[in-house]
């Protein structure tokens, strides 16, 4: 059995005004940056390995709670939003024509036009979590947990989420051989030490 946690990366200009993010590589901003570098892992996962997406937002969590530089790889990268990326979802859910949906009518072959649908990103997401060796931290993006969490908990986008993402928590599951195992609740990351 192997435990991964999952955390969601630092805010941005774009998480704060509400814009669709995906592939676009946005830095965090400065507020992150000082919160996050007041924040560490907790005891139990210093020795874990630290993975993540390779978008600069992802990498440079990783660094500022950790203290380490993360492994990077494709398969962690957000959620491809094709012709979304950039707009403000609220705008595209006030628009019929949009085909947005919210993510409890998804299904997992919902797809944004030109862009990725859940069932994709997990296809992807599959083989790096079937690499995993060793207990690991993974600083990656929503769309990327969602993926992750849903399988664990057997969600299939239809209905309420029996998770919610927040920052700043370890989402943990348990991989053991094809299964995945979530914890009940998630972990916070600790004050780091003056």
Not at 69 to 96: C, F, S
Request: a neutral charge; glycine letters at 8%.
């Amino acid at each position: 059995m192997i435990r991964l946690a999952l955390l969601r990366h630092g805010h941005t200009v774009w998480n704060r005004a509400g814009r669709i993010q995906g592939r676009s590589d946005i830095p965090l901003d400065d507020t992150a940056r000082a919160d996050l570098a007041a924040q560490s892992l907790p005891a139990d996962w210093q020795e874990a390995e630290i993975w993540s997406s390779p978008l600069q937002r992802a990498a440079e969590t990783a660094r500022l709670v950790t203290g380490q530089v993360p492994r990077t790889d494709p398969a962690l990268i957000e959620m491809n939003w094709g012709q979304w990326e950039g707009r403000h979802g609220l705008d595209l859910r006030a628009d019929p024509s949009s085909g947005f949906r919210d993510i409890e009518l998804w299904g997992w072959d919902y797809r944004p036009p030109g862009g990725e649908s859940p069932a994709e990103v997990w296809a992807r997401l599959t083989p790096w979590l079937q690499s995993l060796r060793r207990d690991a931290v993974a600083v990656c993006h929503i769309g990327v947990m969602r993926m992750i969490l849903a399988r664990a908990h057997h969600w299939d986008f239809d209905g309420p989420a029996p998770f919610q993402v927040k920052r700043n928590r370890l989402f943990v599951v348990e991989i053991t051989g094809e299964s995945l195992t979530p914890w009940p609740e998630p972990i916070r990351l600790e004050k780091a030490k003056p």
